[in-house]
């Protein structure tokens, strides 16, 4: 009997351990079959998740922020002990003790997965495993993964320290509310830094990972509360809090930036504008758009924040008089359903969910606001932030008689009486506070809208090409596209200093007289009669006078002279144009190029004719903090001698290249000064400093110009319609953008100054008659004598007129004309050249600007 026992003994423990020698060799069949081709997790080493790439502005304020995961990289030795064990008792009470994986927490799931019949089914997973899930494998919940993660867990933990896991998987999780990272987290929900959070706001982010959308902290806020106060009870468990702080952190409300308790992060970001939305465009040209959005750059913008500010409102200011003027109502274009203006939470929920501009400070804040009533004379509105008050708010009478509502025909009714020839009830609109000008109380509600007409206002530095201020539109809300750089149009008679710089660069100079007389061009699309703006012949006139007066016909003249060819070469060497047509109407700015660019070359004027590269940024670095970027290239050679006095600066050496002679450069600002004192920008632009610049208008005032600059700031505008269309009669480049240049410039200077234009050397001054070119003594004074710059060592021949070879007007006296032939001349550089007529005129476009 004892024999037969002990048999069966010895037979059941054969069979014990060949069943557990099976399922050991099967665990080891399936871990090897499915260990085979799997990714590696060497990478995860060097692993740098996507962060938040920012722009800062020269004060290293954060003015705006772009990523396609919102993600805060911290370190791991930055990540505060709290908030590793809220996650760690939250996730994986463990971590620090197994080797990837859980097999007490794997059996306990299984059990009760069993026990409730696949009612309750919860993970196992380890905070490693949910690395290798989250970098490594799909996110099924099939066995396959779970082995395959097991294994790489596995691996993992034998090639990377727990406090790198930890790094990975901190940084790394989505957190609800497009936060991915402890970080991003901790900012979103409680606008706070990661080491300001207290136990129970970390226990409440360590409650996310399992499913952010489940524990809301507005929809599921109970929920959540109950997962929190969980994971305090799993921290104090652990060792991580004490019973009295868990105690008190648990009986704290749950407050959040959703639940309106603290203020978004957000609000301290100024709203994304025209300037800052350029730097994303150019960086993810230069690095890519994905190192753009993912790869954590510092970017040092070179904006300046006030005149940004003052910039907005200048452009505002005249596009609005000119929308005002016009008297055309068009409204927001937008309005809400009746049936859900019934109460004020519905109204303002209707709203706020309406896509409109939100981004307006000009003369206080828009704000969009929607029709609820329209009465007899007046209408009364609600207004987004704005509360009602007892007596509600209301458009009156007198604040619509400005206008007529352009119908759905595109016809205009008739002139506004009351409120509803303007309003429907639903209308969203835009309103803003009318206050007195004395003491800024409060006047009405007025309608505002935001104007068809847009335009691009543009201001950067001189000598090293920063800009420091770039408005593209109205509202970058309502309209992204920006006109400042990505708009193409005629520049008209700003392009008018290109050919006078060609000229003066080829032996004419200020004194030099050209003919203002008809012309008449047989073309393949017929004959081309460009025109002065006034319709006027003034026959022989000096260059300065040509410039001063915006002269289309001695303009064209004196291309045809020196040759298109060499007047496009000039236009590409300042970079206005990368390939310019040689047709003699481009001559008067009929071919399109860019605010940014025209900018960029006038201020190669004002600097002494150095090339300048224009630039939003000052210096870009990546997640780590070198520099990749950095726009000043200047060499600095004695900045560390400690030696240098007080009373004296360093000495910085400069590559730039030249493209100009620095004489052409002061006589063409010279004469450019002439149309500010007195041409055709005389009665906009008053400054008491120098300044200078050009006017443009184009044909029918499609498009209306101003580009000027004193020593230190050039500035420019453009206005026109983005559909090109004409501005109306009277519309000038002087008296629309003028007034713009002046509102910025007038505060520019007052922080950047401004002075006397640096003479050169090589200029000798010679007294001229500026309305006949004629050489006058010495001693010679009158509003119509100027001191004419002349390059030293050069003898000007006075008297010679230039006609470009072109037929006389029967309406003008004969005068001394100019070998047709060409003319050999002695250039800027010393060199000799010959010029004449040389210009094709090919298939001419518009032509006639001026």
């Known amino acids: 009997m004892l024999r037969f026992f002990l048999s069966t003994l010895g037979g059941l423990f054969s069979l014990m351990t060949l069943g557990l020698m099976g399922i050991a060799l099967a665990l080891g069949a399936i871990f090897w079959v499915y260990g085979r081709d799997l990714p590696s997790h060497a990478s995860l080493a060097q692993y740098t998740p996507p962060t938040i790439s920012r722009i800062y502005s020269v004060e290293g304020k954060i003015i705006d922020e772009f990523a396609q995961e919102r993600r805060l990289f911290v370190p791991a030795e930055d990540i505060p002990d709290l908030v590793k064990q809220a996650f760690i008792s939250a996730e994986d009470k463990n971590f620090y003790s197994h080797k990837g994986y859980d097999t007490r927490g794997i059996l306990s799931a299984a059990y009760e997965a069993i026990k409730s019949r696949g009612q309750n089914v919860r993970g196992a997973s380890t905070i490693t495993q949910q690395v290798m899930k989250n970098f490594l494998l799909s996110g099924d919940r099939r066995v396959e993964r779970k082995i395959k993660e097991i294994i790489l867990a596995t691996r993992l933990e034998e090639s990377l320290s727990k406090d790198k896991i930890l790094e990975l998987y901190l940084n790394e999780i989505f957190l609800g509310q497009n936060s991915y990272g402890v970080a991003a987290a901790a900012q979103t929900y409680f606008n706070k830094t990661l080491s300001e959070l207290a136990p129970h706001e970390a226990a409440t982010l360590a409650s996310l990972p399992k499913a952010p959308s489940d524990y809301h902290p507005v929809r599921r806020k109970e929920r959540l509360t109950q997962r929190r106060n969980f994971v305090l009870k799993e921290m104090m468990e652990n060792g991580y809090i004490s019973r009295a702080v868990y105690e008190a952190e648990r009986a704290a409300p749950l407050r959040t930036v959703q639940n309106n308790d603290f203020e978004s992060y957000k609000l301290a970001l100024p709203p994304r504008d025209y300037f800052t939305d350029e730097i994303r465009r150019q960086l993810s040209q230069d690095f890519g758009e994905e190192e753009f959005f993912s790869g954590g750059m510092s970017v040092r913008a070179t904006i300046d924040p006030e005149m940004q500010k003052i910039a907005a409102q200048a452009l505002r200011q005249q596009l609005e008089q000119y929308d005002r003027a016009r008297g055309v109502w068009r409204g927001a274009g937008k309005s809400i359903p009746v049936e859900k203006l019934g109460s004020e939470e519905s109204w303002r929920a209707a709203l706020a969910e309406t896509k409109v501009a939100r981004d307006i400070e000009f003369k206080n804040t828009w704000y969009p606001a929607v029709v609820l009533e329209v009465g007899d004379n007046d209408a009364r509105i609600g207004i987004e932030s704005v509360p009602d008050d007892e007596d509600g708010h209301w458009i ?43 003491d800024g109380s409060f006047i009405r509600w007025t309608l505002r809208q935001v104007p068809e007409v847009q335009g691009g206002f543009m201001a950067m530095d001189v000598n090293n090409g920063r800009v420091i201020a770039m408005q593209g539109g109205f509202s970058y809300q309502n309209s992204v596209f920006n006109r400042a750089t990505q708009a193409r149009r005629q520049p008209g008679s700003s392009f008018k200093p290109f050919v006078y710089a060609s000229a003066l660069d080829s032996g004419y100079s200020p004194a030099t007289i050209v003919v203002d007389a008809p012309i008449e061009i047989d073309t393949p699309q017929g004959v081309w009669r460009p025109k002065n703006a006034s319709n006027k012949f003034y026959g022989p006139a000096p260059l300065r006078t040509g410039i001063e007066r915006s002269r289309n016909l001695m303009t064209i003249r004196l291309a045809q002279e020196v040759g298109m060819e060499v007047v496009a070469a000039y236009a590409e060497r300042f970079g206005v144009y990368d390939r310019m047509g040689q047709f003699l109407a481009n001559a008067l700015g009929s071919e399109e190029t860019t605010l940014f660019k025209m900018v960029s070359a006038y201020a190669m004027f004002a600097n002494g004719g150095e090339q300048v590269e224009p630039t939003l940024v000052d210096r870009v670095q990546d997640r780590y903090g070198h520099t990749v970027y950095r726009h000043d290239n200047r060499n600095c050679t004695d900045c560390g001698d400690s030696a240098i006095p007080r009373n004296a600066s360093p000495t910085i050496t400069s590559d730039r290249k030249r493209v100009m002679n620095a004489v052409t450069a002061y006589q063409l600002t010279s004469m450019m000064q002439g149309v500010v004192q007195r041409g055709t920008a005389s009665k906009a632009v008053n400054l008491p400093v120098p300044v200078a610049g050009k006017t443009g208008t184009t044909n029918d005032a499609k498009d209306v110009w101003f580009i000027g600059f004193t020593s230190n700031i050039v500035a420019g505008c453009y206005i026109g319609y983005d559909t090109p269309r004409s501005l109306g009669r009277g519309a000038s480049g002087g008296g629309m953008c003028g007034p713009v240049f002046q509102r910025f410039m007038s505060k520019a200077i007052t922080k950047y100054g401004g002075g006397k234009f640096r003479v050169p050397e090589e200029c000798e001054f010679i007294k001229i008659d500026r309305l006949s070119g004629a050489r006058l003594s010495d001693d010679a004074s009158g509003p119509g004598v100027v001191a004419e710059c002349f390059r030293e060592g050069e003898e000007p021949i006075f008297g010679i007129t230039f006609d470009g070879g072109f037929a006389m007007g029967a309406n003008l006296p004969l005068f001394e004309e100019v070998e047709q032939s060409g003319r050999q001349v002695t250039t800027s550089t010393g060199k000799k050249a010959v010029v004449g007529p040389k210009a094709n005129f090919g298939t001419l476009s518009s032509g006639g600007l001026y």
């Open 396 to 438: 009156p009478a007198k604040d619509v008689q400005w206008a007529r509502k352009q119908l759905v025909d595109g016809k205009l009714g008739r002139k506004a009486r009351v409120a509803g020839d303007l309003l429907d009830v639903g209308d969203v609109v835009h309103v803003r506070r009318m206050t007195a000008d004395a």
